[in-house]
């Protein structure tokens, strides 16, 4: 068969809009559990520790946020850019997830923690390897991306200042270059750790003294190549019309950003 190149990607369908894909929810699966009590299969822990051990400190489980990524492309830019010795081993998974194992645990971390990802212009969600993953059921939630803070006031550029602003978004990780020289001031850039399976967050008040006398503004989040949210429940993902939630309460109609489009959360 004929590789695909990155214009067949491009043009090739997106994948089904929704995270979970032909999953039992939890009631469902409450029910089953009642209803087929007697028909269980148990494996107890000391069967399964000996496959888990195989992939539990140099596996990791990855999924594109867009169109599917072949995950020999994936284990080859992780090559390249960890400048690895060997190539890493891929194992397609269903619903788009893929598993890659690398040779030492060390490697699997520096992936993990490097970023963001992407890979044929999709931004991948990575994170490590956990038991009893079913993909489809519980996604990977974790990516880690550029979160830009436009117009930050410059008196607020330090450091532990960004890092508390950016912690509304998700886990800070480093600064970027230009922000942490201060050599450009039109918006701080600081690279997080977002969980993805939760709504996005448009900003956050920020609120500081002058004199004595309280002020606050406005923070806007702008997230760097995520695909635009659902407009109903602020998750990537899933479009509007296959939304199973509710919207969350926000009350202030401000706009997700996410570098490409915008939309209500």
Not at 145 to 162: H, S
Request: aromatic share 10%.
């Amino acid at each position: 068969m004929k590789e695909r190149s990155w214009a067949d990607v491009a043009r090739g369908s997106v994948r089904q809009p929704a995270w979970s894909c032909q999953q039992l929810s939890s009631r469902e699966l409450e029910f089953m559990q009642e209803r087929f009590s007697d028909e269980v299969v148990d494996i107890t822990e000391e069967e399964l520790e000996d496959a888990r051990a195989e992939w539990r400190s140099t596996a990791v489980i990855v999924r594109s946020l867009g169109r599917i990524v072949p995950g020999e492309w994936i284990a080859r830019e992780i090559k390249r850019v960890g400048r690895l010795d060997y190539s890493v081993e891929v194992f397609p998974l269903m619903d788009g997830f893929t598993v890659l194992r690398f040779a030492k645990e060390g490697d699997r971390e520096a992936a993990v923690m490097n970023g963001p990802w992407m890979v044929a212009g999709q931004l991948l969600a990575m994170d490590r390897w956990r038991p009893n993953f079913v993909p489809g059921a519980m996604g990977v939630g974790r990516v880690v991306v550029w979160l830009r803070l436009p117009r930050l006031p410059v008196d607020y550029w330090r450091k532990e200042t960004i890092y508390k602003i950016a912690a509304r978004a998700g886990n800070p990780l480093a600064l970027d270059g230009f922000t942490e020289q201060g050599r450009r001031f039109g918006f701080a850039r600081i690279k997080i750790e977002l969980d993805c399976s939760g709504p996005l967050k448009p900003g956050t008040l920020v609120r500081g003294r002058t004199g004595g006398v309280e002020e606050a503004f406005w923070q806007s989040f702008v997230y760097e190549n995520l695909p635009a949210p659902c407009s109903k429940c602020g998750r990537i993902g899933h479009s509007a019309p296959n939304c199973g939630r509710f919207p969350p309460v926000v009350g202030t109609g401000e706009t997700v950003e996410t570098g490409g489009g915008s939309c209500l959360a």
